[in-house]
């Protein structure tokens, strides 16, 4: 009877840090769309991928984690085997996503750091939906050529605790490509991109130093205060870069690891890795409200029902410096 009060006990601890983390994925990420979407400020190029980006979260949130909550708690499926297709299709969509997502916009801001005088017109709002619509499109159709793979190799396996387990069983060498295609190539491009815009970033901070030392001209000042907000949005998404890689990493690592060594003994780590690249869904929108005033004054403006005023998208949002 104790051990299976302190089962039921660790269960009801795992639905509560599971279902906070759920929580938190969709609301942040829900604020996150609305903020973008309604405030007329906040229609740019990057924030077109960061809002997109928000809604792939936000789908992780509402579809992806409850279920696997479920699964990593109950260790059973109790859906439908078409269900478990489904659910693998989204995950992978979804996550896939995320990755290209973060790859383009490591684009938008190699281009807004590097060429600053010729960015509007490289990366033009058509050229930024453009990379949305791919953001969308390539994980579809990379993960339907993929699942079309892998389900001659995937089955829903029947077992002593449950009526069914949900697990996709794919060979190594069709994994160890995937992994490769989908996570550790635009991660190394993402971390070569964000590598050159530091140091260039860097070098620009030095000359507007130089610069304020000395007497310039009203353009100058601001042509210097644009390049530093540029410089500033591209640290925080760097920073959203970092997080994610950090949170998806071990997970990979893992999936690696297994295809050598055969790993199955550890399942409880597999599920606590992959539990955290879930918990990477829900930390953007915290990220951005650490280092984005407009995101903390977005926020203010939703709570407090401003935003359902006459003409409230045209609220400013921006600090003016």
């Not at 509402?62 to 708690?73: A, C």
């Not at 439908?80 to 290209?100: E, K, N, P, Q």
């Not at 500033?232 to 071990?250: H, N």
């Not at 280092?291 to 409230?312: G, L």
């Amino acid at each position: 009877v104790s051990d299976n009060n302190t089962s039921k006990a660790i269960r009801i601890i795992l639905y509560i840090l599971f279902a906070s983390g759920v929580l938190l994925t969709t609301c942040g990420n829900l604020v996150v769309i609305i903020s973008i979407s309604h405030f007329k400020q906040l229609h740019t190029q990057t924030n077109l991928l960061v809002l997109s980006l928000a809604v792939t979260d936000f789908l992780i949130g509402l579809l992806i984690m409850p279920i696997s909550m479920i699964k990593t708690i109950d260790k059973c499926w109790n859906f439908a085997s078409a269900a478990c297709i489904a659910h693998f299709f989204l995950d992978l969509v979804l996550s896939t996503g995320s990755v290209v997502h973060l790859l383009f916009i490591a684009v938008d801001r190699y281009y807004a750091v590097s060429y600053p005088l010729l960015y509007s017109m490289k990366i033009t709002f058509n050229v930024a939906l453009a990379f949305v619509i791919l953001s969308w499109l390539w994980p579809i159709l990379y993960v339907s050529m993929s699942m079309f793979y892998f389900t001659n190799n995937s089955s829903i396996k029947p077992a002593d605790f449950c009526q069914e387990i949900c697990i996709l069983i794919v060979e190594a060498t069709p994994l160890l490509f995937d992994l490769v295609i989908s996570f550790f190539l635009p991660c190394s491009v993402m971390l070569f991109l964000y590598t050159k815009i530091f140091f260039i970033a860097r070098r620009h901070a030095r000359a507007i130093k130089c610069a304020s030392d000395q007497v310039s001209s009203s353009k100058e000042n601001k042509e210097s205060i644009t390049q530093m907000k540029e410089n500033k949005a591209s640290k925080t998404l760097g920073i959203v870069m970092s997080v994610f890689i950090i949170c998806w990493l071990p997970y990979e690592l893992y999936c690696v690891l297994d295809i050598v060594l055969t790993l199955h003994n550890f399942k409880m780590t597999l599920k606590a890795f992959e539990w955290l690249a879930y918990f990477n869904s829900g930390i953007n929108p915290v990220i951005y409200g650490l280092f984005y005033p407009w995101f903390r004054k977005s926020i203010k403006i939703i709570f407090s029902y401003k935003i359902f005023q006459p003409d409230s998208c045209l609220i400013s949002v921006l600090s003016k410096n």
